[in-house]
Nanobody
Framework: QVQLVESGGGLVQAGGSLRLSCAAS????????MGWYRQAPGKQRELVAR???????NYADSVKGRFTVSRDNAKNTVYLQMNSLKPEDTAVYYC?????????????WGQGTQVTVSS
């Protein structure tokens, strides 16, 4: 079983920065990608940023140029550096780990960490 432990959320003023971390522990293998999703009240969970095991990244349009996802493969840890934060970035941020093959994969999720950006 894999556990994802997130840290780094909190309250910040608009224009500020936060860095989220997510460490995976347990029987971690065949990782395809790790990344971050978020869910604001009354909205669906959406992809924020992800990075594959080969280092390819993709971002939601709303965070491009402001957020950076990175990964330490040796530590099975993924980071999300969030700069120039906006009130609309307020949400619960969930760490995601996708594993398996290209034809059959599954996901693990973290418990979520709250990010609140005040105006």
């Amino acid at each position: 079983q894999v556990q994802l432990v997130e840290s780094g959320g909190g309250l910040v003023q608009a224009g500020g920065s936060l860095r989220l971390s997510c460490a995976a522990s347990g029987s971690v293998f065949s990782i395809n990608a790790m990344g971050w999703y978020r869910q604001a009240p009354g909205k669906q969970r959406e992809l924020v940023a992800r990075i594959t095991s080969r280092g390819s990244t993709n971002y939601a349009d709303s965070v491009k140029g402001r957020f950076t996802v990175s990964r330490d493969n040796a530590k099975n840890t993924v980071y999300l550096q969030m700069n120039s934060l906006k009130p609309e970035d307020t949400a619960v941020y969930y760490c995601n780990l996708n594993y398996g093959s290209t034809t059959l994969s599954d996901n693990y999720w973290g418990q979520g960490t709250q990010v609140t950006v005040s105006s």
